[in-house]
């Protein structure tokens, strides 16, 4: 490939980053076993190309706040680093976040 051609590619794809909207980011506190997370997720399936679903297993040593925080009430849902929901997906909930989320 050409210098030229590769400098084209290069400003295409960085033009393609810089332009993407980015998805806000769903932080999922969960524990493994955990039927009730494994629930919300399924809840979750037809919201999941709005946002980034990270997961967070709050029994890991280097999530000990967390678990500190949330051992009794997983599973709980962050929105942007933002605390959303607890226990169960609220799906009026989630969705008027995502809405308000995907506008700024």
């Not at 607890?86 to 809405?99: A, D, F, G, I, P």
Request: charged share 25%; glycine share 2%; net charge neutral.
């Amino acid at each position: 490939m050409l210098l030229s051609q590769k400098l084209f590619v290069a400003g295409s794809l960085i033009r393609q980053h810089c332009t993407r909207t980015q998805l806000p980011v769903l932080t999922l506190f969960t524990k493994d076993p955990c039927p009730l997370c494994d629930e919300a997720k399924a809840e979750l399936e037809p919201y999941k190309h709005r946002f980034e679903l990270q997961e967070v297993d709050i029994t890991l040593p280097e999530n000990r706040v967390w678990f500190d925080r949330y051992r009794f009430d997983i599973p709980v849902f962050h929105l942007n680093g933002q605390f959303l929901m607890m226990h169960r997906v609220n799906s009026t909930l989630l969705e008027k976040h995502l809405s308000k989320a995907i506008e700024q």
